[in-house]
């Protein structure tokens, strides 16, 4: 451990029980997405009264801080704040205090990893170059970023770290990966409009839910024997709605998923295949098909140098054998992508598995354990220091 990592171990020591009963009150208050006001508002105090310059509103609820010489380059930050619409099941005395909403992805721990990393840099002055942390809204429906980035948040950012908890590995441990990181995303919708008639008699009409359940299979079984299997793409369906009757064929029926995809070419060429799919299927059975592809957001690509870097510094605080590098990237999708099309950065994974392992993310049964806030904040306060000096 150099001597820099002993200060910033030093400079935590005294507030890290703060910044759990931080993150557990957080826990026990979340917010949805676009509507983190008390969050927002919370945050921006904390930050204040460790000196930090703060903006509050930034990309509609977002809150940014900053630190340093205002002519020095600008090394950012970003966490994300919002919770999800999931009913708590883990039975802790902090749990959620609001029926049906939940931090069930750890953005609660994410908020307080930014707060203590803006507090250990705070105590120690360590750096005379311009440090930006970005406290981000609405990551679940992947509009934060695009919010904050039209109000100009990356500014003069020569490089941005983030960072995500992940259940797959115990505390102590991270995962990194260069390159790409996650996948691109979309929402695809559907709807495959027939014609209704009589229960007793389904060949009068034209089945719009038999139809549906044709377009699901043959969309797997296109993407099987159609697609190259080395470019893996997802298609899942969250939601089927239709019909209006249990003895009425049903005229008209609505598909809604998502689509998943590690290539950004092949990617870029799905919703013309899926429409050309979905409409043959449609077709060959006398209905017709309406399709929508939203994209969410881009695959992100974690700058190799910047990898490096966090790399090296987290092996001050763990050793080697608890740095795991990743084989292969993430389906799941992240809208910090967005930010790395205007800016290199890196993102990393932080264990928070415990002794008793960990329920996924986006599960009501999510419970992180608190010990791997320490790491996080450990990591990245050295990261960002090391790469202001290295400017």
Same mark, same amino acid.
Do not use: H, M
């Given at each position: 451990m150099n001597d820099l990592a002993k200060k910033i171990n030093d400079s935590l020591k005294d507030i890290l029980p703060a910044l759990i009963q931080l993150r557990r009150h957080l826990h026990a208050h979340p917010e949805l997405s676009g509507q983190e006001y008390q969050t927002a508002a919370l945050v921006a105090g904390e930050l204040r009264k460790s000196g930090w310059e703060v903006k509050e509103a930034v990309g509609r609820t977002g809150v940014v801080a900053e630190m340093g010489n205002k002519r020095g380059p600008v090394v950012g930050l970003r966490v994300d704040m919002d919770a999800l619409p999931i009913e708590e099941r883990t039975g802790l005395d902090y749990a959620s205090s609001f029926q049906g909403l939940m931090h069930a992805c750890g953005h609660d721990l994410h908020?307080?990893?930014?707060?203590?990393?803006?507090?250990?840099?705070?105590?120690?002055?360590?750096?005379?170059?311009?440090?930006?942390i970005i406290f981000q809204p609405a990551e679940e429906i992947a509009q934060g970023a695009n919010w904050m980035r039209a109000e100009k948040v990356l500014d003069g950012v020569k490089a941005l770290f983030g960072v995500h908890v992940y259940p797959d590995l115990s505390?102590?441990?991270?995962g990194i990966r260069s390159g790409t990181f996650t996948a691109a995303a979309a929402e695809l919708e559907i709807d495959i409009v027939g014609d209704g008639g009589h229960g007793a008699r389904p060949h009068e009409g034209i089945d719009s839910i038999w139809i549906a359940a044709k377009v699901i299979s043959g969309l797997q079984e296109a993407i099987s024997r159609r697609l190259d299997a080395l470019k893996p793409v997802v298609i899942s369906f969250g939601?089927?709605?239709?019909?209006?009757?249990?003895?009425? +064929?049903?005229?008209? &029926? $609505?598909?809604?998923?998502?689509?998943?995809?590690?290539?950004?070419?092949?990617?870029?060429?799905?919703?013309?295949? +899926?429409?050309?799919? &979905? $409409?043959?299927?449609?077709?060959?059975?006398?209905?017709?098909?309406?399709i929508k592809f939203k994209s969410i957001a881009p695959p992100v690509y974690n700058d190799p140098e910047l990898t490096n870097l966090l790399s090296t510094c987290a092996k001050n605080f763990i050793d080697e054998k608890n740095i795991v590098y990743l084989e292969n990237p993430s389906l799941g999708a992240e809208d910090f992508a967005f930010f790395l099309q205007d800016v290199p950065g890196t993102m990393f994974r932080l264990g928070v598995a415990g002794d008793k392992g960990c329920a996924p993310l986006h599960s009501g049964n999510f419970s992180l354990d608190e010990r791997s806030l320490e790491l996080g904040i450990k990591i990245l306060s050295q990261t960002i220091i090391m790469s202001t000096e290295s400017s």
């Open positions: 908020t307080c990893i930014g707060l203590g990393v803006a507090k250990v840099l705070a105590k120690n002055k360590f750096t005379t170059s311009r440090i930006r505390v102590g441990k991270i939601k089927i709605s239709g019909g209006n009757a249990f003895n009425v +064929i049903a005229e008209r &029926v $609505k598909l809604l998923g998502t689509v998943r995809c590690l290539d950004i070419n092949l990617y870029e060429k799905l919703p013309k295949w +899926i429409e050309k799919i &979905v $409409k043959n299927i449609a077709s060959n059975y006398g209905a017709q098909a309406q």
